[in-house]
């Protein structure tokens, strides 16, 4: 996706973004979930409550509270959290900060606005070593992919099908 960069984020700015902490117990959630879809298994279809998946393989409290404390550490505010997740709002400056690279103002082929990255963000290490994870700031796309748009294609003569073939 090419974009065109409309300047620098300026320090004025309040941005906003989430923090999500890994499950505590992937190889457990990987299991359940297997007996909760399988019709032979007796916990086929017994699926759990939110609150049960948080407390059973959810990050711990204590893991958020130290997330918290240390998003709080470079000056940003914690404005929500939920089992998973604590939600950041800060000035871009603090933000660029917290995340190691400068922050512009782009705009996508389409003409959306965006807050980018200006290089590969880089988490600081008490929250890389909680295994938080920032996947974009509210209301931006901030992923780019290198995969190809697949464009339909009429092959054989199977009735009018269409086959999925990669674009070029």
Do not use: W
Request: with cysteine; hydrophobic share 35%; aromatic share 6%.
């Amino acid at each position: 996706m090419a974009r065109s960069c409309r300047g620098p984020v300026v320090s004025s700015e309040t941005l906003s973004f989430r923090l999500y902490l890994p499950v505590r117990d992937p190889d457990g959630l990987a299991s359940f979930v297997g007996h909760v879809s399988d019709p032979a298994d007796p916990l086929y279809h017994h699926f759990l409550t939110s609150a049960e998946e948080a407390a059973r393989f959810g990050p711990t409290p204590q893991s958020l509270t130290m997330l918290e404390s240390a998003v709080r550490g470079y000056g940003l505010e914690v404005t929500a959290r939920d089992a998973r997740s604590v939600a950041v709002s800060g000035s871009s400056d603090r933000v660029a900060a917290f995340i190691g690279t400068p922050l512009d103002h782009v705009q996508t082929p389409s003409g959306k606005p965006l807050i980018a990255a200006r290089s590969t963000i880089q988490l600081p290490s008490e929250i890389t070593n909680l295994g938080a994870k920032l996947f974009a700031f509210r209301g931006t796309i901030r992923m780019h992919s290198t995969a190809r748009v697949v464009q339909p294609s009429e092959t054989g003569s199977g009735g009018g099908r269409t086959i999925p073939r990669l674009g070029s």
